[in-house]
Structures are given as C-alpha cells and as structure tokens.
C-alpha cells in the first residue's frame, strides 16, 4: 500500500542542527524527495535520493535512506530561522503509477 | 525558466456554486498533475495528464471534479457543485523527468463557505 509517515512537528534552536523522519511502505520506490513549504507559497524541491544510495549531501542537507527500513531523513546544519518552513517527504515508484505520494508533513521551527 | 503559473490565487464561493482554476505548466514539460492540499495535510493527487491524455484520475471525484488538458499545455480544474470539504489548497505540478521532481505552483486557495 502506499502510506508515507512523518512527524508533526520539530522545535530546534537557531544554529542547531534538525533532523527530521519519515518513513515509506512501498519497498519499489525509485526515488525519494524532500520538499519544503512556507507559509502561502508552493511546494519547493529541496533535494531526492535515488533508492540505490545511503546518503547524499548537498550543502547544509544531507539525506539518509535506510532502504532495509524504509526510513529516510533529512539533517539540516546550522538551522536558520529562514528554514521555519513544512517539510514533506514523497515517495515515487512504478507500483504508485509514477506519481509522487507526500507524506502529512513536519512543521519545523527554529527559535533564535 | 518560469515557472507554473496559477490562477486565481484566492476564491471563496458559496457551497453547491461552480469554480475553475487555471494552470500554465513549465515549456516542455510532457505531465501535468493537480493535487489537493487540505489544510494540515500532505498534497493528495488528484489528476496526472501525459500531453493531453489522462494517466491517472483514480482518486478524482467525478461527480463534481473534472479537469482537462487542451493542446498538452494549459490544464484547467473544475469544481461543480462545490461543497465545504472541498475547501483546500489546489496545487498544480509538472515533471520533465522524474530525477528532477515536480515543479509546483504557488497554488490557488479555495474556501467554500
């Protein structure tokens, strides 16, 4: 089945790092996704792993799969308040008919 | 590259009343999707067009959604008659190949009161 889980919500202090969770059923994903969303504005795709991967890092991001688990996350160093933002992981994999399946999101804020 | 473009970003309509929403996909981008986004929610999808043939419409509500795609660019989202659960965030996408994800929309917030 397709059902993507992730925390609520995550409170951590400027400077700090965040690490924020999600995991995934469908063990054909091909690619997993991190996308942001702030307040009024549209989905912006932050980074993706390809499933054959552990990890990948892009600036202050790093992306953890553990396709054993189906768990992903996403660390973000030295949190700015300019993060404070909903972060959504999605699946995308040929038994979802290639199309992305978000989870509920995890509101992040960064307090100075 | 511009980006997707909606419109309206706002309405609000009395329930059983009709509504449209617009979208201008990216140039050269083959899908388009429409998701819904429920206030607190993850974005649900609703439609996927392949130029202007529909993929996949499983989770639409045909009674009162429908969605077209003229010519493989514009896309346009219909709702009639609306009801108070469809109040929600109405997100378009569109996707040249898959490692780069989905582009999204500003998105066009519709409150049905």
């Known amino acids: 089945g397709e059902d993507v889980e992730q925390s609520l919500f995550l409170s951590v202090r400027e400077g700090d790092s965040s690490v924020i969770n999600c995991t995934y059923t469908?063990?054909?994903?091909?690619?997993l996704y991190w996308y942001k969303q702030e307040p009024g504005a549209g989905l912006q795709l932050l980074t993706y792993i390809f499933s054959n991967m552990d990890m990948k890092q892009d600036q202050r991001l790093t992306v953890l799969l553990n396709k054993k688990d189906k768990h992903l996350s996403l660390r973000i160093a030295d949190t700015q308040t300019g993060d404070s933002a909903i972060y959504f992981c999605a699946e995308f994999g040929e038994n979802q008919g290639g199309k992305l399946i978000f989870g509920q999101g995890t509101e992040l804020s960064v307090k100075p | 590259e511009a980006g997707v473009a909606q419109s309206p970003r706002y309405k609000i309509i009395e329930k059983r009343q009709s509504v449209a929403f617009w979208c201008n996909p990216i140039s050269g981008h083959a899908t388009l999707y429409w998701y819904q986004q429920i206030l607190g929610q993850g974005p649900k999808l609703l439609i996927q067009f392949q130029n202007n043939g529909v993929v996949d419409d499983s989770q639409l509500p045909k009674d009162r959604f429908s969605a077209e795609r003229l010519k493989g660019v514009d896309s346009t989202l219909k709702i009639q008659p609306a009801k108070l659960e469809d109040s929600a965030v109405y997100l378009c996408?569109?996707?040249?190949?898959?490692?780069?994800?989905?582009?999204f929309g500003s998105g066009t917030r519709l409150t049905v009161v």
């Open positions: 996408a569109s996707s040249l190949a898959q490692t780069n994800g989905y582009t």
């Open positions: 469908d063990s054909s994903s091909t690619y």
